[in-house]
């Protein structure tokens, strides 16, 4: 067992110990967490905030130890790729666009975002124009 500072036990007396209990009162140990305690939770592609929760910790503490450990987060930044607008991005093309062409043509998403894309590679070649 750790013997208690003096200024622990100071500080334990002004908060309302009687000193015996200041002396006796073992320390409080932080939460020790290794590598594999964040590996195992950044495989399952859970938020920071998530992996907090598990583990009993702060967000910003689990941020820390991530940078700390040079662990690949796996559920940070994550795009789900089949959204819409991450398609958008992909292609390059305007998510209003998009809507407009199936709106307008009445076709699928999938089929206004290859139309809006092919529009794209037909100007930019110099065989479209508005």
Same mark, same amino acid.
């Given at each position: 067992?750790?013997?208690?500072?003096?200024?622990?036990?100071?500080?334990?007396?002004?908060?309302?110990?009687?000193?015996?209990?200041?002396?006796?009162?073992?320390?409080?140990?932080?939460?020790?967490?290794?590598?594999?305690?964040?590996?195992?939770?950044?495989?399952?592609?859970?938020? @920071?905030?998530?992996?907090?929760? *598990?583990?009993?910790?702060?967000?910003?503490?689990?941020?820390?130890?991530?940078?700390? @450990?040079?662990?690949?987060? *796996?559920?940070?930044?994550?795009?789900?790729?089949?959204?819409?607008?991450?398609?958008?991005?992909?292609?390059?093309?305007?998510?209003?666009?998009?809507?407009?062409?199936?709106?307008?043509?009445?076709?699928?998403?999938?089929?206004?975002?290859?139309?809006?894309?092919?529009?794209?590679?037909?100007?930019?070649?110099?065989?479209?124009?508005?």
């Amino acid at each position: 067992m750790s013997a208690v500072s003096k200024r622990t036990i100071q500080r334990r007396i002004k908060k309302g110990m009687t000193r015996q209990q200041a002396e006796s009162t073992p320390n409080t140990r932080r939460i020790q967490l290794t590598k594999d305690d964040f590996d195992v939770l950044s495989k399952i592609g859970i938020s @920071y905030r998530g992996a907090a929760l *598990i583990l009993g910790v702060s967000a910003p503490c689990v941020s820390q130890k991530v940078k700390e @450990y040079g662990i690949d987060w *796996i559920g940070k930044d994550q795009k789900n790729p089949n959204a819409i607008r991450n398609k958008c991005i992909l292609l390059g093309v305007s998510k209003s666009n998009v809507y407009r062409i199936k709106r307008t043509h009445n076709l699928t998403l999938d089929q206004a975002l290859e139309t809006a894309y092919t529009k794209k590679l037909k100007k930019i070649m110099g065989f479209y124009h508005d």
